[in-house]
């Protein structure tokens, strides 16, 4: 029926031949004063061919450009408003509208420096709203892994905040920044006060939990996160009085609240109430994947493998590029004995990046225990390149090159974990091993070496014991 | 277009009948097209082409959920919005699209990419997530170059390559990058591929030229270009790594004077990030930073020099928020041996604005120095000046809107200078892509703004630093103005030799002695474009006449634009000497300073090299000048009853039929200054027949028959003999 209305309104502007300036109020009649994203998919379309027309028709008709780049923006097509927003700015250098506008448009597609180029011109140009201040913010914030933008984001949601003080969520998005620059008690603060103006927004809310979390306060955190299921409630029954999307803002989904205090839970040791949490986030939102880890997490630390399976594998179908999903897959099915499954799990771990390291870790160490040694060295030697810096990979080749006597080899591999970790006993202790075989003063030096290292660790008691025993025989030797 | 409201193709054809119509010129024409737009619409309509995608009303409002909270910053929610569009409607690409995008946001890049491809797969036509990929690498790519994460950038560029073998963009970048891993063969050859590929882009010969030429390989010719070459009478040598000032970082500004009072000139250097003391033992210099106290590890933008309390040593204020938030500027006292105190928060003087270039300036002719403090465009793109007040007693109060200085833009430079000749120091703010402002001293402690009368606001170009100098000899001063252009400008008008573009080009100003000055600016040579960060005047042949040294560059990692000199050759007008001199480095430069650090006459130059980002760090150089046999006076003043530098003072030089006029002056350009000492070239002539020397206070010295080649310290109110005049 919509569809049969814009082809009415399409025809009966066609048939009367509208000129620009006509076709752009037609567009605008149109529009009215409803937020565009509140338009049927027809008006949209209806809409965005009324204005291309009379851009096109009058191509100085700068407000029918504004509006057609609008109704770009508001369907997600940053691409094609950015293109009409920069002949904008090239037709009006001095409108800072044109570039404000622009900034919108690159930061959506994630070019924050641009964007922030954009906005600071706009800002040149008088446009000094608390929105394009928010929005300079942002696009600091993005760029925030270099320090400097992180004070830059800052100021620009402090100046944000001095024209419209009572802006929760870019108070929210200060705190977070705050909380980047490590300035926690300011990060709660702010985010508190953020909170307070928009108790239903759940994002703020687990946030504020986390940094609670984060600070020790557990209790604060817990109840940060319990008092939000009472306001969501409410928000879920406003919205089903069919408010609409205009009133969504606070981002009242249920599932978050649920997820956080599971995170809270499982971090306290609390698995039964964590998994429940994590099971009702689930329920409520299918796609919060994060969910799934946890409850594979979860199950397989308590012993319900194929359950964990099945949660790990939902949680790979979500994140069908994630190596550690599928580290985890394998890791089940080696429990389970399904070694085969484990190795191919492994693999299409490594396919994916890798893990950090830790799937060639898992693989090889799966090839170890089928005595596959050659497929174990093949492995590690292949991660030890895609990973230079993982000292863990290279006392793992250099323990199977031992076990293979192939001892300089060893030793090569062995020197270069130690080198990556000086201070990590373990790696001088297969180091000394290997030297045992090889050099009996090397195997002395390191044997020292690991001793004095593992000398408090009570987790290496049994090995220092072995160190020792080692080092009084090749003394005796000497 | 992949929008879930239009179907692709329909909006194309539709794209083609309005690109169509736009080339249409006449009313006749338009009209016809009227009837062709009206018809070809109409049939799309009835074709039922113009129906939505039909995506579910689920889908499409969590679909602009999404979108509303990526434009918000919600990342996570959009995230989790467009992950239940993908669950809603596995076979929309749209969804992909949209949350392949969040996921780059968000660097997941991989995942990202993922997505994207998804979505293009499930959509051939979306061409907006396929250009997406190719945006990403090489927007990783050139991030990661930023960062100095050069084979994380190698590995990004190459696979930006890989989608689009040909591009322009994919060439150009892992052409820098190897450029960048000094991997010059492969550049090289990439240069040579692009260049073929694309033969107008003047930025891929411009590198393949210096390549050739760095690498001693026969150049090919690719890049003419046609800067007129002018000669000079003797060269400088490159010795700062043998000098031990090879300072790596994002150089920033120099500062020079006698620290540490054992009579030769010692450096500070402000870098991004370190702050740096460099001191003069002759043929070397020792990195004595930590041992002085000069400490700020954060860094900043400008340095400036001044004895701000009058007890005979040289005190350093440093400049820091600029574009970087570094923090509040900050005052170092000396305490008479060359180990500083940071007395910033008792002085008052710790400007939290986004400050560039500090001058220092005795604005009310008290006796004691005072500040002024340019801002400009920070992190939220506004800031104002400050004049600090020197109350004499150690402290300062900014007094910038009573004085009617408290002017609010995007000033990166300042410079004082008596411009009308009454004897109270009049102010020059240079404000970028902003008009430029004359303050008029009143003589009261207040300002007038004079800019509209004078013809100084420049507001024709984007002006990036000033400093003034009297270029014509004739007794007053004039203003300079360096401009940041483009570097695609700035190669085309190498390339033409002459100015292409009206707004891009520096502007000399010259003063005609009655309040009015004039561009002179194409007169005198000086009209092409260049990305001017920093500048300062010197006469570095000694032939009598000011030359101009800029340091030129910008923050792009694959911007490396040499410095220029221009020599004055006493006709009003200049000519690039560059070259000739042994000086354009590559690179980028911040705040060049010229001092005679080796006393033996000559200005030798320092400029601090690097660019704005981590990875764009070069060594800084250092320039000795070999000598260019002219004859010299190096003019130390010491003010009595007026400030101590003598900051302000005027002086002439008469040798011959030479007339030369300086100021003394601290705090200009990119907030860097040449050593307080005034360098006059003699040219041939072997005596000065009279120095004249108009102190703030009110003073007037006279000196005659001053023979030449000495560096002279001329004390307030005594003469020559009773002066300490040290004769080399």
């Known amino acids: 029926m919509k569809g049969l209305t814009a082809i009415a309104l399409l025809l009966a502007g066609c048939v009367t031949e509208p000129d620009a300036p006509t076709a752009y109020r037609q567009a605008q009649e149109l529009i009215g004063d409803r937020p565009l994203r509140s338009l049927s998919q027809a008006e949209l379309a209806q809409a965005e061919r009324l204005a291309a027309q009379a851009r096109t028709l009058d191509p100085e008709l700068h407000e029918a450009t504004f509006t057609l780049a609008a109704l770009y923006t508001a369907r997600g097509a940053y691409e094609d408003a950015t293109a009409l927003y920069r002949s904008l700015v090239e037709a009006r250098p001095d409108d800072g509208r044109a570039y404000a506008e622009l900034g919108l448009s690159l930061a959506a597609q994630g070019r924050y420096s641009g964007a922030l180029r954009a906005y600071q011109d706009a800002v040149r140009r008088g446009e000094k709203s608390a929105l394009i201040y928010a929005r300079l913010g942002h696009a600091y914030q993005a760029l925030g892994h270099l320090q400097e933008n992180l004070h830059a984001a800052q100021a620009a949601y402090r100046a944000s905040l001095q024209l419209a003080p009572e802006q929760a969520e870019v108070r929210y998005q200060l705190a977070r920044v705050e909380a980047r620059l490590g300035r926690d008690e300011e990060a709660r603060t702010l985010m508190e006060q953020a909170l307070d103006a928009a108790p239903n927004d759940t994002g703020i809310r687990a946030d504020l939990a986390a940094l609670y979390r984060e600070a020790g306060q557990r209790e604060l955190a817990r109840a940060a996160l319990v008092e939000g299921f009472d306001g969501s409630a409410k928000l879920a029954e406003r919205l089903s009085s069919a408010e609409g999307l205009a009133t969504r803002d606070g981002d009242g989904e249920e599932s978050v609240l649920h997820y956080e205090l599971g995170r809270l839970l499982w971090e306290e040791g609390d698995g039964a109430g964590a998994l429940a949490q994590f099971e009702r986030a689930r329920i409520a939102d299918p796609d919060l994947y994060p969910v799934y880890r946890y409850l594979g997490l979860i199950h397989s630390a308590e012993g319900r493998l194929d359950s964990a399976l099945a949660a790990f594998a939902e949680f790979a179908n979500r994140q069908p590029g994630n190596a550690a999903a599928q580290v985890s897959i394998g890791i089940v099915h080696s429990r389970m004995g399904a070694l085969d499954a484990a190795e191919e799990a492994f693999k299409a771990a490594i396919e994916l990046g890798g893990a950090e390291g830790d799937a060639a870790l898992k693989l090889g160490g799966l090839y170890v225990h089928q005595r596959r040694l050659r497929a174990a060295v093949q492995v590690f030697k292949e991660a030890t390149v895609a990973h230079p810096h993982h000292a863990e990979l290279f006392a793992s080749l250099g323990d199977v090159y031992r076990q293979l006597g192939l001892l300089a080899a060893a030793v090569q591999a062995g020197a270069e974990a130690v080198r990556l970790e000086p201070e990590r006993a373990l790696w001088r202790f297969h180091l000394a091993s290997t030297y045992e075989r090889l050099d009996p003063d090397q195997a002395r030096a390191e044997w020292r070496a690991y001793a004095s290292l593992a000398e408090d660790d009570a987790s290496e008691a049994q090995r220092l014991a072995h160190a020792r025993s080692r080092l009084q025989t090749l003394q005796q030797e000497e | ?728």
């Open chain 2, 1 to 728: 277009m992949g929008a879930p409201s239009i179907g692709e193709g329909c909006q194309k054809r539709r794209n083609n009948v309005l690109e169509i119509d736009s080339r249409q010129k006449t009313a006749d024409v338009v009209s016809s097209m009227r009837i062709l737009l009206v018809t070809t619409l109409s049939i799309l309509v009835l074709s039922g082409c113009q129906e939505p995608a039909g995506r579910s009303e689920a889908f499409l409002q969590s679909y602009y959920r999404g979108l509303d909270l990526l434009e918000r910053y919600r990342l996570r929610a959009a995230e989790r919005a467009f992950a239940h569009c993908v669950r809603l409607e596995p076979d929309a690409a749209e969804g992909y699209w949209q949350l392949g995008r969040v996921r780059l946001v968000q660097g997941r890049i991989e995942e990202g990419v993922g997505l994207l491809e998804q979505a293009t797969t499930l959509d051939p036509e979306l061409t907006a997530a396929r250009s997406l990929v190719l945006e990403t690498f090489l927007g990783r790519g050139k991030e990661a170059l930023e960062e100095g994460q050069f084979e994380q950038a190698e590995n990004y560029l190459q696979r930006a390559l890989a989608v689009n073998p040909e591009g322009y963009e994919s060439l150009y970048w892992a052409a820098i990058a190897a450029l960048w891993q000094e991997d010059y063969a492969r550049a090289d050859s990439i240069l040579q591929q692009a260049i073929a590929l694309h033969p107008e882009p003047l930025e891929l010969r411009w590198h393949r030229k210096w390549l050739q030429e760095a690498l001693g390989w026969s150049a090919t010719g690719e890049f003419a270009d046609a800067v007129p070459q002018g000669t000079i009478s003797g060269r400088f040598s490159e010795i700062s790594a043998e000098a031990g000032v090879d300072k790596f970082d994002g150089g920033r500004a120099s500062a020079w004077a006698d620290y540490d009072e054992d009579g030769d000139l010692d450096l500070v250097v402000i870098g991004h990030p370190a702050l740096a003391y460099f001191r003069n033992d002759g043929a070397r210099f020792a990195e004595r930073t930590q041992a002085v106290g000069l400490v700020l590890p954060e860094g900043g933008i400008g340095v400036q020099t001044a004895d701000y309390d009058n007890d005979g040593d040289a005190d350093v204020y440093v400049t820091r928020d600029g574009w970087f938030g570094g923090g509040v500027n900050a005052l170092f006292q000396n305490d008479g041996r060359g180990v500083f105190a940071d007395v910033t928060e008792v002085s008052g003087t710790g400007d939290p604005g986004s400050s560039f270039c500090a001058a220092w300036s005795d604005f009310d002719r008290d006796g004691y120095l005072d500040i002024y403090v340019a801002n400009g465009t920070g992190a939220t793109g506004d800031s104002t000046n400050v004049l600090y007040r020197n109350q004499g007693d150690g402290t300062f109060v900014d007094v910038a809107e009573a004085a009617g200085v408290a002017h609010k833009g995007q000033a990166l430079s300042t410079a004082w200078g008596d411009f009308d000749g009454d004897s109270w120091p009049d102010l020059y703010v240079c404000n970028f892509t902003e008009p430029n402002v004359l303050f008029r001293n009143r003589g009261d402690g207040t300002f007038v703004d004079q800019t509209a009368a004078a013809g100084v606001s420049a507001e024709y170009i984007d002006g990036f630093i000033t400093f003034v100098l009297d270029y014509d000899n004739d007794g007053a001063l004039d203003i300079f103005v360096g401009n940041w252009s483009q570097y695609p400008v700035v190669l085309a008008d190498r390339v033409a030799g002459k100015s292409t573009s009206e707004r891009d080009r520096p502007v000399l100003f010259r003063n005609g002695g009655d309040g009015t000055f004039a561009d002179v600016t194409e007169a005198a040579g000086l009209g092409r474009a260049l990305g001017t960060m920093s500048g300062v005047p010197g006469d570095v042949d000694n032939d009598g006449w000011v030359d101009i040294y800029l340091g030129n560059g910008g923050p792009q990692m694959g911007r490396r634009e040499p410095d220029v000199l221009f020599r004055n050759r006493g006709d009003g007008t200049f000519v690039d000497a560059t070259a000739a001199a042994g000086l354009g480095h590559l690179g980028k430069s911040h705040g060049v300073t010229f001092a005679d650090y080796d006393r033996d006459g000559d200005l030798d130059l320092y400029a601090p090299v690097g660019g704005a980002q981590p990875g764009d760090q070069w060594p800084n150089a250092f320039y000795r000048s070999e000598g260019f046999g002219n004859h010299y006076l190096v003019l130390e003043l010491e003010g009595v009853e007026s400030n101590r530098d003598g900051i302000g003072a005027k002086v002439w030089v008469y040798a011959g039929d030479l007339m030369q006029y300086q100021e003394v002056a601290s705090g200009y350009s990119f907030g860097n200054s040449n050593s307080l000492e005034l360098e006059f070239g003699l040219g041939q002539q072997v005596r000065a027949d009279r120095i004249k020397v108009a102190w703030p206070s009110g003073q007037v010295d006279e000196y005659r028959d001053v023979e030449a080649d000495q560096h002279l310290l001329l004390r307030e109110g005594f003469d020559l003999s009773s002066a300490e005049g040290e004769t080399q």
